[in-house]
């Protein structure tokens, strides 16, 4: 199999008007790993992904993604790896099925193949009921299922878990740690420092458009000599964590 990096950041950098929203940002994520980009609100966690991604352009620096640039977009790359949207994304008045169908054909997944991953994240049941009729975990859960319909080998997802309650949470961790058990690279965006701490092999601790720190959870926490991440940030940045 092809090692190199899942992603090689360097560098990236994003302003708007006078706010550095990415202040030079490099990293790698290996294949196979599971991996958190963490800091509070305006950090600068979704920017960076986009850039990652392919969707934004950086100012400065680059990004390659499973050994090719992600910018300029390329189709073939973008075969190879999986975005997940955020619900209102969806196309408008489809039902469940009708949404995992419609993606998956974007990408020549056969109809089955759709179905099969709705059953995946459970929702084989609710495959006849339209998106704005669905719980706010069952709309996660379909954005993840069309995010992984045509079976990326590399995962970006933005703040899967936000506005849940703790048990659809859970739920949701353990789908998410089935995806990666299946060799898929994930990376998330999280502001809640007990998700990266189930989750992430590793995290990079972002604030102000900077990495400050980047190791596994329970490395960091020795490190520092603290108990928790969120000690972790308090230790990093002198403020208390308020994601
Ligand atoms: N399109 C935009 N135009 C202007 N400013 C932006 C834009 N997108 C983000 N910003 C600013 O850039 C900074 C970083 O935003 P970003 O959304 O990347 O942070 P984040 O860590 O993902 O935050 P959140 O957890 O709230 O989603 C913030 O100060 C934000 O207000």
Not at 107 to 116: I, S
Request: aromatic letters at 6%; proline letters at 5%.
């Amino acid at each position: 199999m092809d090692q190199t990096p899942a992603i090689m950041a360097e560098g990236l950098r994003k302003r708007y008007g006078d706010v550095a929203a990415v202040d030079g940002v490099s990293l790698e994520v290996g294949r196979g790993e599971f991996y958190g980009i963490l800091g509070p609100n305006g950090a600068g966690k979704t920017t960076t992904m986009e850039m990652l991604e392919g969707l934004r352009r950086p100012d400065e620096g680059a990004a390659r993604l499973l050994g090719e640039p992600s910018w300029p977009r390329d189709p073939r790359l973008l075969r190879r790896i999986g975005v997940q949207l955020q619900a209102s994304a969806f196309f408008e008045k489809l039902t469940a099925r009708e949404q995992i169908r419609t993606f998956g054909a974007l990408y020549g997944v056969p109809a089955e193949a759709a179905d099969a991953m709705l059953a995946k994240v459970g929702l084989t049941e609710k495959a006849g009921v339209r998106d704005d009729q669905l719980s706010g975990g069952q709309a996660q859960r379909l954005s993840i299922a069309c995010a992984l319909v045509h079976d990326p080998e590399l995962v970006f997802l933005d703040e899967p878990t936000t506005g849940l309650d703790p048990q659809a949470r859970r739920n949701l961790w353990d789908l998410l740690r089935t995806i990666n058990a299946e060799g898929r690279t994930v990376v998330l965006t999280t502001h809640y420092m007990d998700e990266a701490q189930q989750l992430c092999d590793r995290v990079a601790v972002m604030d102000h458009g900077r990495v400050l720190r980047v190791g596994a959870p329970a490395a960091l926490i020795e490190e520092l000599g603290v108990e928790s991440l969120e000690d972790v940030f308090l230790a990093l940045t002198g403020r208390e964590y308020r994601g």
